[in-house]
Structure formats: C-alpha cells, structure tokens
C-alpha cells in the first residue's frame, strides 16, 4: 500500500507539473501576443538579444523541474524549513522557496545573462571568476547561476539571517552546491568585505526597496567599490506599471533609472531584446561597467 501511495504521489506530481508547464506557456504565448502598444523605450545602448538565447519554452520547463523538485523536498528538509516560521505576506518557507512560475522567470533570466556573460569571457563554467548578489532573498538566482557555470564562486548576501538559511536549505533541496551564503548589510559592503571584489555583482529586484535616491547611490556606490576593475553590475528593477507592492518604495521608470546609474556607469548595455522575448517586459534589466571607485562621501 506505502509503495501505491508513493508511485501515485510521483505520478500525480508529474502530470501536475506538465500541465503546469503547458498553462505557464500557453499563457507566456498570450501575454506577448497581446502586449500593450506604448511599452517603455529603454535609452542608450542595446544588448542586440545576445545576452539570453535559450529558447522560453526551454527556460520555463527548466523553472518548472526545480518546482517539483520543492515538492519532493526530502521530510528532515521540509521540517528545518518549515521551523523557520513565517516569510513575506504570512508565507511559509515551502512558499518562500516555490516563488518561481512565470513572474518568477526573472531569476532564471539572470542566470542565463550570467552564464552567456562566463561564456564571453572564456570561461563557461565561470572558472576564476566570482560573482556576488546583494539582497538575494532565498537566492534563487545565485543557485541557477551555480548550476548553469558549475565552477563560478558563486557569493549571496542578505540581512535576514532566516532568508539565507532558507536560502541554503533550498539549495541542498534543488541540488546545487557550493554557494557562499553571508548574513551582511548590501549598505556596509566595504566593511563587510573588505578586499574581495567580484567579476559580476547582482543588484536584482533591490533598489526598489529604498525610498530615497541616496539610499539608492550607496547601495550602487557599495555595489561598484567591490566589483573589479573591468567587471561588471547587473540591476534590475520592477517597471513602474507593475501591480503595486507595498515595500516597492520607488516606483521606476527607464529615465529615472538611467539617472540613478549613469553616475558610476563607463557605459550601459540595457537587456531590450531579451526582457521582451521573455515576457519580462514589466522588469528593467541593464549591465553596466562601472566608473573608478566612487565613495559615500562623494555622492
């Protein structure tokens, strides 16, 4: 009977998770067949769709084996997890950790700039290189840019001591291994890591959380004090006509954003191509090789 129940839990899982995936397409087919005319025009120099060339279909049947693999979260895993309490808008950690779906896909989007950015520069499995993401939640992103370059040093930051701890379990959970998880302030960077530096440094769906265009300046002034000469800052933002979210501080459109950055920004490549081929057109995504170090005192 225990053997029934188990061969009915997998294969229940997986008929849900392919029908899943058939409605996160059909809806991704529909959401670009009718986008809306007038949709932001990002200044300045476009990526040309190089950065992401994985087909969507490919992206979303990837994001949907890493839910299912949340689901068959070993029991010892599930209990430390669910120990942890409760997360954004009352969420336990299984809800925390399943925030994937098609909104989602930006986490995926960020590994792939990753991974063709390794590519780039030689190094497909990111050996040498060292990548940081600041505010990274349960690091969805850090784990995907983990297992797409394999041999990356791979470092995620965050302030909330359960976010990383859920953050690690979660990795143990979808298989990934070897991100460095810190409990650390985005706004005390220098301090807190003092000397290292970075290739790549994640600026993903955080600024939008400060209220201020100061806070906003340090945090971008701590992110390029601890990125290596010639590397590079990744940072996206939600659009401004994103359904509106109460920690969402500043709402952003693409001028203010270009104001914000081109202060430490030598030159900024904005991901056009790519957000509108993966229906992330309610996010801004741009690279930028910043300028020498800029410090707090000199904002």
Not at 35 to 58: C, E
Not at 107 to 136: D, H, I
Not at 198 to 211: N, P, Q, R, S, T
Not at 232 to 243: A, H, K, N, Q, T
Request: glycine share 8%.
């Amino acid at each position: 009977m225990e053997s029934f129940l188990k061969l009915f839990k997998k294969k229940y899982y997986f008929v849900k998770h392919v029908l899943e995936f058939f409605c996160l397409y059909i809806k991704a087919r529909l959401t670009k067949s009718s986008r809306m005319q007038g949709q932001p025009v990002t200044p300045g120099n476009r990526s040309k769709g190089i950065y992401v060339d994985v087909p969507l279909p490919l992206g979303l049947y990837q994001v949907q084996k890493l839910k299912r693999r949340i689901a068959d979260i070993p029991d010892a895993l599930r209990t430390e997890a669910l120990s942890l309490g409760r997360f954004y808008k009352g969420r336990d950690a299984l809800e925390q950790m399943n925030s994937l779906g098609l909104h989602g896909l930006r986490y995926w989007f960020v590994s792939q700039v990753v991974r063709n950015y390794m590519r780039a520069q030689g190094a497909p499995t990111g050996k040498g290189y060292r990548t940081l993401e600041v505010g990274c939640n349960v690091g969805w992103t850090s784990i995907l840019a983990n297992i797409e370059c394999e041999d990356l040093d791979v470092f995620a930051l965050d302030i909330d001591e359960s976010l990383v701890r859920l953050g690690q379990i979660l990795e143990k959970t979808v298989g990934s291994i070897g991100v460095r998880w810190i409990v650390g302030n985005g706004m005390q960077l220098n301090k807190q890591l003092e000397g290292e530096n970075f290739d790549l440094v994640l600026l993903c769906e955080i600024l939008e959380h400060f209220g201020s265009t100061s806070e906003q300046k340090n945090l971008l002034a701590q992110a390029v004090n601890v990125c290596r000469p010639g590397g590079m800052v990744i940072v996206s933002v939600p659009f401004e006509d994103r359904i509106r979210t109460p920690d969402h501080l500043t709402e952003f459109n693409a001028a203010m954003l270009t104001d914000l950055v081109q202060p430490f920004a030598k030159n900024i490549v904005w991901l056009a191509e790519e957000r509108m081929r993966y229906i992330l057109d309610k996010h801004f995504f741009l690279m930028f090789t910043p300028k020498t170090e800029v410090t707090e005192l000199e904002l």
